[in-house]
């Protein structure tokens, strides 16, 4: 199969388009034929290299998976042959007191497509039968692709992390962000006040129009100054993040006694300064999330079917164009989803 992979850590030249074999499901295992796959800063982090992540090479990254059963492994039940289907990433044991309690996000054997197991930068890839969603026939294969990460971090940030509701502020940084723009739209879902931000002017106006009451352009205004203005000094009940050291300060800031902050990256670094004085004070609460359990992926996929949800894609390239891809997420060009398609 035609597939990117790396052999080694480093720079975008270390993105490799050529042959890898096709990978054989194990009993439990489904293959399925790749028709998407989005890019997230994750990829990036693994093309560079995490002193914590060691991966085999060749490795094929990809978390966010769009694609068509093609067969099944030994004595495995699944979807037929031909089946439209999105890949949940997370994969855990399915035995565990987390598991069965529907907390498979919490599994202490937790690993993710793309980041510890071979992802969809190809034309074929493997996953547990446990982690297929449907995939209706109304959503195109790179909508889909949209959806797995960034959808499901989003959905726990805002409704299982924070518990949003109707009536709160909530201020949604990177607007323009897969995360970013989920959450968007999932805070307003839920009923409350959005402030977001984006890096410039077409940014904000884009968030806007995805259910953003106000937006700030974080390059030409302090983001902090303008959410005191905007919630007339009393500061936002929320705010979710995945920058990091770049706006973590500010963002305490910006919340109101007994606020919440859920973050799940740490874009801009991850050495953030926090002073403990405004945490304990104003009883503020700091989560951590990272993306959903499996369950949330078919409300999300029904709330897109059903027009309340809308994924946000900038552009589909060719798989072969991973390179650029990469590209456009380091230097921020991109406004949603960048999404890679094999060219089969």
Known sequence: ???VYLTEHGGLDVLTYGDLPDPVPAA???LVRVRACGVNHVDLWLRKGLPFLKVPFPFIPGADIAGEVVAAGPSTETL???SRVVLNPGVSCGRCARCLSGHDNLCPHYHLIGEH???GYAEFTKAPVANLVPLPPEIPFEIGACLPAAFGTAWNMVFEKAKVEPGEWVLVHAGGSGVGSAAIQFARLAGANVITTAGSDEKVEKAKALGAHYGINYKTHDFLHEVRRITKKRGVDVVIEHIGEDVWEHSLLCLTIGGRLVTCGATSG???KTDLRHIFFR???ILGATTASKGCGFRILQLVSEG??????????PLREARRAHQLLEQRQQF???VLAPDG
Do not use: I, Q
């Open 28 to 30: 439990g295992e489904v």
């Open 283 to 285: 009883n503020l609460k």
């Open 270 to 272: 991850y050495l953030a």
């Open 1 to 3: 199969m035609k597939a």
């Open 80 to 82: 037929p042959p031909g």
């Open 308 to 317: 309340k949800l809308k994924p946000v894609l900038d552009r589909v390239l």
């Open 336 to 338: 949603g989803k960048v």
């Open 117 to 119: 197991l071979p992802g």
